[in-house]
């Protein structure tokens, strides 16, 4: 085995490379989530519904694939936090698995039988598949930035001793609410650069609205952040080289200052100035009718908004509220040197591939989607 990198730089390298994931996830699976929400409100009629389906339809299936490629990843790199974050937040994964289970069949069922009464709940079933996930993923890293309710024993078992109704607490809800006016303001600014006539016009209100919305919530929740939320801080521990167990360290709960390390990493200030900034100059090209534009803006507020949440809690991915030595941090909760390594050369030689041919798909089936188009391609198109 040739090891290009030591073992501690491998650890750091593979938080940047789930945290590309988690962003790209985001960007792209987030879109066709947003559409999703905006389904049955931007389309009043049936072929208008269809223009919104069809919009995502060539690539919302590749785009899902960004998901399951950051729970592989998650799993290989990093098996003390998936171990734990499936036992603790297992109830809400399985609701955000059900809730995934609409998509697929809604999008490929919804136009079977011409009844209205089937469509219309197809409909919903996609809406559904849309908004849940959203707002679990956004609850989910609201709680993480508050610490989850789990510790280990000596023999390294994970114990949950939290509840579901837990996770529901204040700032998880307002977390979850960014992320909903995040990706429906996204899936809004995309279906703008997809569609024409009423539906666009639906959807650059939708953008306008869900983005102000949008600032103000990420806004809040930032000054909840510094203000009102403890954080986390490593006393001591192991060499960040060597094989450790999430024991082996002194954790502390910081009062009010999840922003400690800002001071030493001050370039980390530019995640939220890209989600607020990026957001805002989203608005303003979709007002102005340059769509394309707009949606790179866009892809940046977003991107900034799950690197903002990333670069607070580093060096921790899963800080523990009931036992804070417990937490696991990016260099206590990761697989072997070697595993890491042998990732290293999948992802060097695949991600290139898959981004490759990602954007010849999007070129290749770039244009405008029309309800003359859907009339047309009645029996091809969804």
Do not use: C
Request: proline share 4%; charged share 15%; no cysteine.
């Amino acid at each position: 085995m040739i090891y290009l990198f030591d073992y501690a730089t491998l650890k750091l390298i593979w938080w940047l490379l789930v945290g590309a994931l988690l962003v790209g996830f985001a960007i792209m699976d987030g879109m066709d989530l947003g559409i999703g929400v905006l389904h049955p409100f931007v389309g009043k009629t049936d072929d208008e519904r269809r223009v919104v389906l069809n919009s995502v339809g060539p690539h919302w299936e590749g785009n899902q694939v960004w998901f399951i490629t950051a729970g592989g990843a998650t799993f290989a790199a990093w098996p003390l936090v998936y171990a734990s974050a499936f036992s603790g937040f297992y109830v809400v994964l399985i609701l955000t698995l059900f809730a995934l289970f609409f998509r697929p069949v809604g999008f490929d069922y919804r136009s079977k039988l011409p009844d209205r009464r089937w469509r219309n709940a197809w409909d919903w079933g996609i809406f559904a598949g849309g908004i849940v996930p959203i707002v679990i993923f956004g609850v989910a890293f609201g709680n993480l930035l508050q610490g989850v309710p789990f510790h280990f024993d000596s023999d390294l078992r994970v114990f949950y001793t939290g509840s579901f109704v837990d996770l529901l607490n204040p700032f998880g809800l307002l977390a979850g609410a960014v992320s909903v006016l995040m990706l429906t303001m996204h899936g809004a600014i995309y279906l703008q650069l997809r569609t024409d006539g009423v539906v666009r016009m639906r959807a650059e209100r939708a953008a306008r609205m869900t983005g102000v919305l949008f600032i103000v919530a990420f806004a809040a929740a930032g000054v909840w952040l510094v203000t009102g939320i403890d954080g986390y801080a490593i006393e001591s521990m192991p060499p960040k080289n060597s094989s450790s167990v999430p024991l082996a360290k002194v954790v502390t709960r910081v009062r009010y200052d999840w922003l400690h390390d800002r001071a030493l990493y001050p370039w980390t200030l530019f995640a939220p100035i890209a989600g607020l900034g990026g957001a805002a100059l989203a608005l303003i090209a979709s007002a102005r009718r340059s769509a394309m534009l707009a949606f790179a803006l866009s892809s940046i507020a977003v991107a900034g908004v799950v690197l903002t949440a990333g670069f607070a809690l580093f060096p921790f991915v899963m800080p523990s509220s009931s036992d804070p030595k417990s937490s696991l941090t990016v260099w206590d909760s990761v697989s072997s040197h070697r595993t890491l390594q042998i990732m290293f050369w999948a992802v060097l030689i695949f991600l290139p591939l898959v981004i490759a041919y990602t954007g010849w798909a999007y070129r290749m089936m770039r244009g405008t989607i029309t309800e003359r188009h859907v009339r047309e391609g009645r029996r091809v198109l969804y």
